[in-house]
């Protein structure tokens, strides 16, 4: 092959790659996909999950926690069912166990949350209530 050939067809390779892409090492690396949207937890459920509620009531307050199996001597309240709350199951009586915490159990005293922040907890325990008022 003369030179003018060589180049001939060098020129023709490099033209051929650029016009139907030439795959690297690189670019055949898979690319992750793009991080999921952000969500925003409504204030209750957002109370509910960082103050633990959910380890002991359950994600459904049914009293199937993740902890449940380590408090089995416990009667740990059904939130669905109104029958099991020690200090009733109205908005106010839910707020102050949240607050003071019930004595000779494992509830402690939530006094660190703001009075809004027990509020929406206790609102959002409410509607747990499957057989409402």
Same mark, same amino acid.
Do not use: W
């Given at each position: 092959?003369?030179?003018?050939? @060589?180049?001939?067809?060098?020129?023709?390779?490099?033209?051929?790659?650029?016009?139907?892409?030439?795959?690297?090492?690189?670019?055949?690396? *898979?690319?992750?996909?793009?991080?999921?949207?952000? *969500?925003?937890?409504?204030?209750?459920?957002?109370?509910?999950?960082?103050?633990?509620?959910?380890?002991?009531?359950?994600?459904?307050?049914?009293?199937?926690?993740?902890? *449940?199996?380590?408090?089995?001597?416990?009667?740990?309240?059904?939130?669905?069912?109104?029958?099991? @709350?020690?200090?009733?199951?109205?908005?106010?009586?839910?707020?102050?166990?949240?607050?003071?915490?019930?004595?000779?159990? @494992?509830?402690?005293?939530?006094?660190?949350?703001?009075?809004?922040?027990?509020?929406?907890?206790?609102?959002?325990?409410?509607?747990?209530?499957?057989?409402?008022?």
């Amino acid at each position: 092959m003369g030179r003018y050939q @060589y180049r001939y067809v060098c020129i023709r390779l490099i033209f051929c790659m650029i016009l139907f892409g030439c795959n690297s090492e690189n670019d055949s690396i *898979t690319k992750e996909p793009p991080p999921p949207k952000a *969500t925003t937890v409504p204030l209750p459920e957002a109370m509910y999950i960082q103050n633990g509620c959910i380890s002991c009531h359950g994600p459904e307050g049914n009293g199937r926690g993740t902890r *449940t199996h380590l408090l089995r001597e416990t009667r740990i309240p059904n939130f669905q069912d109104r029958t099991t @709350y020690l200090n009733g199951s109205s908005k106010e009586s839910i707020a102050n166990s949240i607050k003071n915490g019930i004595p000779g159990t @494992y509830m402690k005293a939530y006094s660190h949350m703001r009075k809004n922040e027990i509020d929406a907890l206790a609102e959002y325990i409410l509607k747990m209530q499957k057989n409402n008022r």
